[in-house]
């Protein structure tokens, strides 16, 4: 038997209305794991992996309001979600339908919506600039720009769909509000038009259930897979040359380098369990001077432990200049921040852990950054929760910034040492 992308074999069933949520670990059925082997994959991909456009986390907070709106009153709401799950159910194929029928608990929403073929790249595994549970799309080369990307069409309208329940999350003080019919209207049509889209491009072969590898958007530097994503990824003559531009004449930012002066901060409020939460955070000199060292042409220090990838600023030509850009982005490293609080579904505010937060792939603005943060302390007090985040490095990600591989990096120093 293929893993054939047939249409589903029955009517949509309702989703079941168990508390119980498959495990996110074992999410894949069958059929999904048995139409990744059905492709050749590159040799140092080895068995390749799947990963989701729409994370898994954000698919199950959409698949939880979906379970329990099925159930709301007759009437427009009722239509609306049942017809959305209709066309999920269409689209996952018999295949996967029949399988999320057998599979415990019965007909669950999470599992139906994690196997979406069309919410699924194949790729190698664990890449070293994976998202996390941000938008990780699936992108090509921009014709009329020679070195910058862009979504493919499934991917942009999948992006469109998140987006459009990351607003409605954002609702009613962020505790959301999901019970207009228009929201799930949105939501299929934009399923709809990225199916057609995937299939537009003809990228299904041979009837397959899942849609082939995109390998030329996936690079390797030594043993890391990195995914371009829209990031305009420089050759080492190119980079060589913006390091030569950008360096010349840059003043020094020694005098920073130990500074605990808090030269940005940023405030994002909501309620949770009941009660109000203010959170802040603050970014120091000593931050603003780690990252122009490690995150811009101007003072990039060549001497420090190089990753796989390493993206800059562009146009940073002193301090003032990143400190400037610190002040605009601490306003949405702290909405960041408190959704990834809020996300954690903890019994009270004043219980979120103290570890530190790393996110990536956060937009910000015209921006999108990846950035790293401390808790600070979480305070209760009749007035509600505060919670105070030091950050600790922001870079810029996706379009925001040009990324460099390590063995790039190293060919331009040795480049800028032989001749300054």
């Excluded at 994976?130 to 020679?146: H, I, K, L, N, R």
């Excluded at 995914?227 to 990824?233: D, L, N, Q, V």
């Excluded at 609080?341 to 603005?365: H, K, R, S």
Aim: proline fraction near 6%; hydrophobic fraction near 35%.
């Amino acid at each position: 038997m293929t893993t054939a992308a047939q249409p589903a074999k029955s009517k949509a069933l309702a989703p079941n209305r168990s508390v119980l949520v498959p495990r996110r670990s074992d999410w894949a059925v069958g059929p999904i794991t048995n139409g990744k082997a059905k492709y050749t994959l590159p040799a140092d991909w080895r068995e390749g992996a799947l990963h989701h456009k729409i994370s898994k986390e954000k698919l199950s907070s959409i698949a939880e309001q979906l379970t329990l709106l099925y159930y709301s009153p007759p009437g427009e709401l009722q239509d609306a979600v049942r017809g959305f799950w209709a066309l999920c159910w269409e689209l996952a194929g018999g295949l996967v339908t029949e399988a999320v029928q057998q599979a415990e608990p019965k007909v669950s929403a999470h599992r139906l919506l994690w196997n979406l073929p069309v919410n699924l790249s194949l790729g190698p595994k664990n890449p070293a600039n994976d998202p996390g549970q941000a938008f990780d799309p699936d992108t090509v080369p921009d014709p009329e720009t020679p070195g910058r990307r862009l979504l493919d069409g499934a991917s942009d309208k999948l992006r469109q769909l998140e987006k459009e329940w990351d607003l409605a999350s954002e609702r009613a003080s962020g505790q959301g509000e999901f019970s207009e019919p228009a929201l799930w209207h949105e939501l299929t049509r934009l399923l709809r038009e990225a199916r057609q889209e995937a299939d537009r491009t003809a990228r299904r072969e041979d009837g397959r259930l899942l849609y082939r590898p995109m390998t030329e958007q996936w690079l390797i530097d030594g043993k890391s897979h990195l995914r371009k994503g829209t990031t305009e990824f420089l050759d080492a003559a190119v980079g060589e040359q913006r390091f030569r531009e950008e360096r010349l004449n840059a003043p020094s930012i020694a005098a920073h380098k130990e500074s605990r002066t808090v030269l940005a901060a940023g405030k994002a409020t909501t309620a949770y369990k009941g009660k109000p939460v203010t959170l802040t955070v603050t970014i120091t000199g000593e931050v603003v001077h780690h990252v122009g060292e490690r995150h811009t042409f101007t003072f990039f220090d060549f001497r420090g432990r190089n990753r796989s990838i390493t993206t800059l600023w562009e146009k940073i030509p002193d301090f003032a200049a990143l400190t400037k850009l610190a002040t605009e982005l601490a306003p949405h490293l702290a909405r960041s921040c408190l959704s990834h609080l809020v996300d954690l579904e903890v019994a009270d505010a004043a219980d979120w852990p103290n570890d530190d937060i790393e996110m990536v792939q956060q937009p910000a603005g015209e921006r999108c950054v990846y950035f790293r943060a401390g808790i600070e302390d979480i305070d209760e007090d009749d007035n509600g929760v505060t919670v105070d985040v030091r950050i600790k490095t922001f870079a810029p990600n996706g379009s925001s910034g040009p990324g460099l591989l390590r063995t790039d990096l190293a060919t331009i120093e040795t480049a800028l040492t032989a001749r300054p």
